[in-house]
């Protein structure tokens, strides 16, 4: 039996290669079971068991209870057995003892093999498990052994073997037995048929592995990847950046004459890889994503009830080259950005954006009609068949630029001439919301810049100043002097705005005092308002009309009517033409010809004139020939 634990033991130590704590658990958990099945042991009872790895000597020693006659030696001991192990036992005491059988020979030992090689199994496994694990997302390599129709088996270090799905091959591929393949380590599962290592030529990150380790530049992080879009087997476009500056990302990538993405590109079964530089901008970033293509222009939507979405407009010629064969360039360029991208061709976008401007005035506000006029007639051309001039074609990239840039920049917006936006600005003016920025005060250039830009109101720009100075500042032509100038114009809008506010405020406060005036003299005027009233065709002209206001003083006039010493039938008697005097419409006066006169100015129709004289209690009239105050007929 020494023999044979000995020669077992050392076998696993030299062919397993496990840690030696491993193997002498595995052996004394042997022992313990190996004893529980000999002696039929009961699992309640504590059994332990050490093994002597030099001399092969196993002892196996099991909680027995003191009794001074022993019935079963397998659970009982006598006292005095008992005090030679612990001097102070007691009768029913428990007590560890030396319970190793004297028959404890081949057969145990048999079994303690069976239990000692499942055991090593376990921690073989165990070990790969550990080991593997670690290595998850890097690339191992490793001998194809088996190909059958759902992938492939690899044979790896440690004696495991890996799988390699279907799915997960590069289309094209073919791999033969004893072929050495390498690929990245996606997934370790526990099974109980041992470790699950599944195996990718796929996944992307083995594209960023395979360029870490032909890169130095990556390796050592001067050189970083920012995202990967794959097409297994295709294409792939990879976007990096230099963290340092004066090194070329994409150059370093590439290598001299390409010989670092060409050991990529045979690695990945010829796969087209492009790589492109990193941009912070994601407009540029989406511009250089759709390379080979050329790019006209690039308008961002960050506000689209579909997410971020970007309208990439390119040359008509480029517009199969910027999708790619069934779409292929255009979803990885999506990918790789993190964008929604919608391709349009340049008349596509012109005609979009012609019929934007016939949806939206804010858009038609910022082109000319005649150029509105010239862009339809080159659609229309187009349309019929008839080529375009390159100059034709620039300028109706700039017509789609400025209707996009002002569709992107405000559509999803709240547009700057509604109620709430002036009630959240208070310092932009009113006017400004209707000033075109051509007639800002700024320098014509620097307005033609804003203009093209988008920026279609004074307002429009007070609002972007407001929000995010910088993009004005990054336009094509807008430097320090011109940024200058935009600053004064705002301050003078704010200056402009404070003023308006304070007419505003004054006004609201101006009608309050001239009623505290008014109201002491409207009493005594009681009866030439009643006098009005009765003979409404010689009431004052409109000038008079401040002086008596007839829906304020109404009823007081009828008690005035009452308690005033002449009676109507006086006053009506006194001069017939005071009452009823030839009125000439100024408007609609007729001649001797019976057509309709035309209105003289400076010769005004003077009509009488009835008051109430305090001092005689009496109303008198002045007729329209009196000018002094002192003729007054009764």
Known sequence: MKNEFTLAFNEVLEEKQLPKEVILKALEMAMVSAYRRAVNASAAQHVEATVDVDTGKVSVRAEKEVVEEVVDPHTEVPLAEARKVNPDAQLGDMVIVDSTPADFGRVAAQTARQVIQQRIRDAERQAQIDHYEKQIGEIISGVVQAVNATGLTIGLEMKAEGTMPRKELIPGERFRIHDRVRALLAEVKDSPRGPQIILSRTHRNFLRRLLETEVPEIFHGVVEIRSIAREPGQRAKVAVSATQSGID????????????????????????????????????????????????????????VNGKTATVVV?????????????????????????????????????????????????????????????????????????????????????????????????????????????????????????????????????????EAGYATVSDLALQMKKMPDDILRLNGIGRKAMDEINKLMTTLAEKAQADAAAVAEAEAAPAAVEVEVEPVAQPEAVVVEVEAEAAPVQPEPETEPVAQPEAVVEPAAEAETEAEPSLEEIFSLRPEALHPIAVDEEEEEDSKGKPGKKKPGKKKRRPVVEYDPDTGAAVYRSPHQESDDDWEL
């Open 249 to 304: 990302p994409v150059g370093a990538c590439v290598g001299i004459r390409g010989v670092r993405i060409q050991a990529i590109v045979r690695e990945l079964h010829d796969e087209k890889i492009d790589v492109i530089e990193w941009n912070a901008d994601p407009a540029i970033f989406i511009a250089k994503a759709i390379s080979p293509a050329r790019v006209t222009g690039v308008y961002l939507n960050d506000q689209s």
């Open 315 to 451: 040359p008509e010629d480029q517009l199969s080259l910027a999708i790619g064969r069934d779409g292929q360039n255009a979803r990885l360029a999506a990918k790789l950005t993190g964008w929604r991208i919608d391709i349009k061709s340049l008349p596509e976008a012109a005609s979009e954006a012609l019929k934007n401007i016939t949806e939206d005035a804010s858009l038609a506000a910022i082109v000319d009609a005649a150029l509105v006029e010239k862009i339809s007639d080159m659609l229309v051309r187009k349309a019929e068949g008839r080529s375009l001039s390159p100059e034709e074609y620039d300028q109706m990239g700039q017509f789609v630029d400025r209707v996009q840039r002002r569709a992107v920049r405000f559509a999803a917006e709240k547009p700057a001439d509604t109620v709430e936006a002036r009630q959240s600005h208070p310092d932009i003016p009113a006017s400004a919301y209707e000033t075109n920025i051509l007639d800002s005060g700024l320098p014509e250039h620097v307005c033609y810049i804003l203009q």
